[in-house]
């Protein structure tokens, strides 16, 4: 018996990260969902380039193309959003002067919507410095 097409992706939270996105912020991301224990996998490329993608953007990317419904979007600049498919907002943000600490907790949450779980942090979105 055989397949046409490419096998199937494993179930991941997906994460989805600008090209210039500061690697400790993805590798907190990264890190608070496997702790965890849900696996991550990175999210393919976004229709129309992720030059200009913002989080939001890249983690609605990510929870479309997930198994799991659940994707990570992270910014040029360092900003953090979880997404959910069957929601039309963004569910959780950290603004680019997150710390570490911070991040890989949002990542965790990301997971823990997985699994079901309590969150760590508010389900109210934070908006970024700048905006009104």
Do not use: N
Request: contains cysteine; charged residues 15%; proline residues 11%.
């Amino acid at each position: 018996m055989s397949r046409d097409g490419p096998a199937p992706s494993p179930p991941a939270v997906l994460v989805a990260v600008h090209a210039a996105a500061p690697a400790v912020v993805v590798r907190e991301v990264y890190a608070g969902v496997e702790e965890q224990g849900i696996p991550t996998a990175p999210a393919g490329a976004v229709d129309g380039g992720a030059e200009d993608a913002g989080a939001e953007q890249l983690g609605r990317h990510a929870a479309a193309e997930s198994r799991l419904e659940v994707g990570v979007g992270v910014a040029r600049d360092g900003t953090v959003a979880v997404h959910h498919a069957l929601v039309p907002h963004v569910l959780l943000t950290l603004g680019p002067g997150a710390g570490p600490a911070q991040v890989r907790v949002l990542g965790g949450d990301a997971a823990r919507i997985v699994a079901g779980l309590p969150l760590r942090t508010s389900l109210r979105p934070v908006e970024p410095p700048g905006r009104c």
